[in-house]
């Protein structure tokens, strides 16, 4: 219990650092996610605040967005490409998050982000490795706000170094997102 107390613990601080701009202001919502590739399954849980802001306000439809602090648990199934041996490794992550969506908040959207993310150790499973801590976290995603603006979405999400050091052969996660109102 200390070892997961002392690894992760730093990343909870490294979460509130970088949460320290935005946290003036209240949240407005929660998310839950879960997702998987290269033989690593990932779950993270994420706390958004939204823009004011609206570009391209046209047709009833607007470019928004919105912060994404999030921090996450990778279960890796093959460590150093060896079956039946296991990685875990923590993250924690900021990532500015452009939605194209519906003046109404509801409703379909389509959204990218690009972030910055720093794991608890250097990634290495089924033959992929990580050579930093230190990683840019993008994604693609679409989803759909209901009525009671809860979230249901599904995004790709890509991780890499952006070659500032090798090896450097990414990880890609295919993710299913819920989030709700706070």
């Keep these: ?3 997961i107390c002392k690894k992760y613990g730093a990343l909870a601080l490294c979460t509130a650092t970088l949460a320290a701009p935005i946290g003036a202001n209240a949240a407005d919502s929660l998310s839950l996610e879960i997702g998987s590739g290269n033989k690593t399954q990932k779950a993270s849980f994420g706390v958004q605040w939204n823009w004011s802001k609206r ?3 046209s047709n009833g439809t ?3 967005g919105y912060w994404d602090l999030n921090i996450a648990y990778w279960h890796g199934n ?4 060896i079956s039946n041996r296991s990685q875990n490794i923590g993250e924690a992550g900021i990532t500015p998050v452009f939605r194209f969506q519906s003046n109404m908040l509801k ?3 389509v959204e ?3 972030g910055v993310h720093v794991l608890s150790d250097r990634y290495d499973n089924n033959g992929r490795q990580l050579s930093t801590k230190f990683q840019f976290g993008d994604h693609l995603g679409i989803g759909y706000v209901f009525e009671n603006k809860w979230e249901l979405g599904v995004k790709l999400q890509h991780f890499s170094n952006a070659s500032m050091k090798q090896p450097n052969d ?3 996660f295919a993710i299913i997102k819920l989030s709700s109102p706070i």
């Design 55 to 57: 570009w391209w306000d």
């Design 170 to 172: 990414g990880v890609n």
């Design 107 to 109: 409703g379909p959207y």
């Design 1 to 3: 219990m200390r070892f």
């Design 78 to 81: 093959r460590f150093q490409d």
């Design 112 to 114: 990218i982000g690009v």
């Design 62 to 64: 607007h470019i928004g």
